[in-house]
């Protein structure tokens, strides 16, 4: 086991704000069986972990990967007992093939990522990911990384930036926040930040979200880089699986889930030529089958004990 160090604290507390989502659905997908081969590259706090290990019996083993290094000293003590069945790993989910090498994780059955960002995440201010607490522009997700949110928000260009914002936060009024956030600077925290949002967008109606929901999206997306990294991880957890073996996937916005539903559609060998195109040049080919044609989503009994499963979308691919 990759060495972390475990620090004391309150596992209780922990338990009463991490309830990771579509649980019965993903082992309904991933089927976790004795002696089976698992990677969860996104560990988090160990929920699914948690559950995928009871549910291969005793020589069940998991690769637990995550870039945050607070939830993965949480994930190490939470699941102390079941040490002799687990590494964990710091590291990108997109390094998930380098990683799965080292360890001795070359053929996996199963894969499984969670793209949310994490009840521990938001609730600790100084991470800078909500815009609910007081905290310093930060946002990223490995604390080693070099860019913050702060870089973002005060140096780019007032063009780049309402382009960004509109991109991947798909925010309709990413000029106008675009020119309140260059009009503010400097911008040291999070509620600045999004006081310069609800500034320039007061005037109209944004229905149940808060109006710096898009925005603190998109810069969190910039600065963790989080699409580049989702593409290089869908190619490389289907190469790590066996034959048979199935990579899930639970993503949080439409961004995301665009990206998994076109790269899985490609891997079933569909063609990716203009319809009109006089001749198919892209030469796809068949590595996966679907078992997801739409994304599976939370029943409403979870929806109401836990709000952050109303957005999550799971879609689940087998490897031929």
Partial sequence: MTLISQEKGSTKDLNSIHQPVLVEQVMEYLQPQNLGSYIDATV????????????????????????????????????????????????????????????????????????????????EASRGFSFQNEGPLDMRMDSSSRLKAKEVVNNYPENELASLIYKYGEETHSRRIAREIVKARPLNSTKGLANAVVRATQRKKRGRIHPATQTFQAIRIIVNDELNVLNQFLKNAVELLKPGGRVAVISFHSLEDRIVKTTFKTM???????????????????????LTRKPVVAKDIEKNKNPRSRSAKLRVAEKL
Wanted: aromatic share 6%; with cysteine.
């Fill in 44 to 123: 988090g706090l160990g929920g699914h972990a948690k559950t995928i290990l009871d549910q291969s019996g005793p020589t069940g083993k998991i690769l637990a990967i995550d870039q945050d290094q607070e939830a993965l000293k949480q994930s190490v003590q939470r699941l102390s007992e079941y040490e002799k069945r687990m590494i964990f790993h710091h590291g990108n989910f997109s390094e998930i093939k380098n990683i799965a090498t080292l360890n001795g994780f070359e053929a996996s059955d199963g894969i499984l990522a969670d793209l949310g960002v994490s009840s521990m995440q938001l609730s």
């Fill in 268 to 290: 079933t060998g569909y063609c990716t030529c203009p319809p009109k195109f006089p001749k198919c040049l892209c030469g796809q080919v068949k590595i996966i089958k679907l």
